[in-house]
T-cell receptor
Framework: EAQVTQNPRYLITVTGKKLTVTCSQNMNHEYMSWYRQDPGLGLRQIYYSMNVEVTDKGDVPEGYKVSRKEKRNFPLILESPSPNQTSLYFC???????????????????FGAGSRLTVL | QKEVEQNSGPLSVPEGAIASLNCTYSDRVSQSFFWYRQYSGKSPELIMSIYSNGDKEDGRFTAQLNKASQYVSLLIRDSQPSDSATYLCAVSYNQGGKLIFGQGTELSVKP
C-alpha cells in the first residue's frame, strides 16, 4: 500500500531531550515536507526537500533540523525541544513539487497520519 | 510575507444545502491551488486542485479560481453530514518553492 509512515504517533518528552520523528514513504516521491499544525494557525511548513541531499527551510524552521540521505526517508530532529514545539506534526510527500503543474496529480501531497508531540 | 486567508468558521449549513468556502491569497504569481479536507484527528486529503481561471467540477464539488481578484473558492452541493470537516486551502508559489496553507474553515452539516 502506498503510504507515508510517521513514528512515533504520540510522544511526551521533557524540555531539552533530543528527539527524532521519522518519516518514510514507499512511493519513490522526490518531494517531502514537514508541517506543524496548531489551533487557529493551520499547517505551517517547517522544512522541505526536493530530493536526496537537497533541503530548504519553510516558514517556521527554528529549532528543527532535517536530513535527506535516502530518497524514502526524511526525519525531523528536535535537538533541544521546548514547550512551544508542542504540536501536531505531519510529514507529506509528492512525486513532484507542489508548484509543478500536473494533470496526473503528481504534485498532490500524500500526508502521514501525524505525530502528536508534547514537550513538558 | 505570502499569506493565505480563510474564514475560520465554523460554517454551519443544513443537509442538502450548498456550502461555500472561500480563500484569498496575497501573491499574484501563485501557481497552483489546492483544497484539502481534514476530518477531526485525521490527516489532510486532497479534494481538488485547480490551476486556471474559471470553474472545475468533480462530482458535488466545484472549485472556482479568480486570479485577478486573488481568490479561490470551493462549493459543495447537496451537502451531507459526512462533509463535516475542516477544509484547507493551499497555494503554491514558484518563487521560493513553498506550499502555504490557510488556517482552515470548519464546516458543519446539520441533518
Amino acid at each position: 500500500e502506498a503510504q507515508v509512515t510517521q513514528n512515533p504517533r504520540y510522544l511526551i518528552t521533557v524540555t531539552g531531550k533530543k528527539l527524532t520523528v521519522t518519516c518514510s514513504q514507499n512511493m519513490n516521491h522526490e518531494y517531502m515536507s514537514w508541517y506543524r499544525q496548531d489551533p487557529g494557525l493551520g499547517l505551517r511548513q517547517i522544512y522541505y526537500s526536493m530530493n536526496v541531499e537537497v533541503t530548504d527551510k519553510g516558514d517556521v524552521p527554528e529549532g528543527y533540523k532535517v536530513s535527506r540521505k535516502e530518497k524514502r526517508n526524511f526525519p525531523l530532529i528536535l535537538e533541544s525541544p521546548s514547550p512551544n514545539q508542542t504540536s501536531l506534526y505531519f510529514c507529506a510527500s509528492s512525486l513532484t513539487a507542489p508548484w509543478v503543474h500536473s494533470l496526473s496529480g503528481a504534485n498532490v501531497l500524500t500526508f502521514g497520519a501525524g505525530s502528536r508531540l508534547t514537550v513538558l | 510575507q505570502k499569506e493565505v486567508e480563510q474564514n475560520s468558521g465554523p460554517l454551519s449549513v443544513p443537509e442538502g444545502a450548498i456550502a461555500s468556502l472561500n480563500c484569498t491569497y496575497s501573491d499574484r504569481v501563485s501557481q497552483s491551488f489546492f483544497w484539502y479536507r481534514q476530518y477531526s484527528g485525521k490527516s489532510p486529503e486532497l479534494i481538488m486542485s485547480i490551476y486556471s481561471n474559471g470553474d472545475k467540477e468533480d462530482g458535488r464539488f466545484t472549485a472556482q479560481l479568480n486570479k485577478a481578484s486573488q481568490y479561490v473558492s470551493l462549493l459543495i452541493r447537496d451537502s451531507q453530514p459526512s462533509d463535516s470537516a475542516t477544509y484547507l486551502c493551499a497555494v503554491s508559489y514558484n518563487q521560493g518553492g513553498k506550499l502555504i496553507f490557510g488556517q482552515g474553515t470548519e464546516l458543519s452539516v446539520k441533518p
